[in-house]
């Protein structure tokens, strides 16, 4: 089941074409903390902005997604609008590695981190000096206790399963609300088509695009930027 407020003709938002702005889905009460950008915007770095989703239910806080260094003061005050802080969040919802997204997971010392088992092992092995991945960060999450590793179809969080989608990075990760046909797609869509090719192959793409389009047709994708 899913309600919520839509603001249509936003172009840089939430999901292809509208504004995702309040939620309720499965029993959880969905804001977002931070919007959206993509890396073509003139201020928002050579990335953007990933979309960070508060979801608060289940006796669960969850972010999906934590953003770069650029959004830290952001994202606290805007958590401190909704009476939270960094310690109660509970878990974090990695959709895949790069720093726009992953960076901040260690602002929540009482969280556990969800990551592909997939993402999480490609990425430990990258050189130093990656452009995209920090990999400080990722080297520290693999020996963190709050590191949760996920499999395809795995529930991360109550009524939220994995559903990967390499090619953006070997190891994306979408997750799939599957009762209420709700994904929050990460970087496998943009608001303008498809997530832009790095690490991943066209071929895994074309086939994590396939597995979303094989999706009921009814079903709302949610992307970062």
Known sequence: ERSGECRFGATDGFGKGFVMSEMQLEGYDIDILVQGFPGKTVCHGGLGWSTIALMRGHGR?????????????????HLKSHELVPADVTDVCLSHSHYDHAINWNMFPKARIHIAETEMDWAEDLPDGHHLVPELYIRALKDSPQLRLVKDGDEVVPQMRAYLTPGHTPGSMCFLFPSAQVVLAGDTLFSAGCGRLFEGSPADLALSLSRLRDLPADTLLACAH
């Open 61 to 77: 806080v969850i972010l999906v997604d934590a953003g770069g260094f650029n959004i830290r003061r952001i994202l606290a005050d």
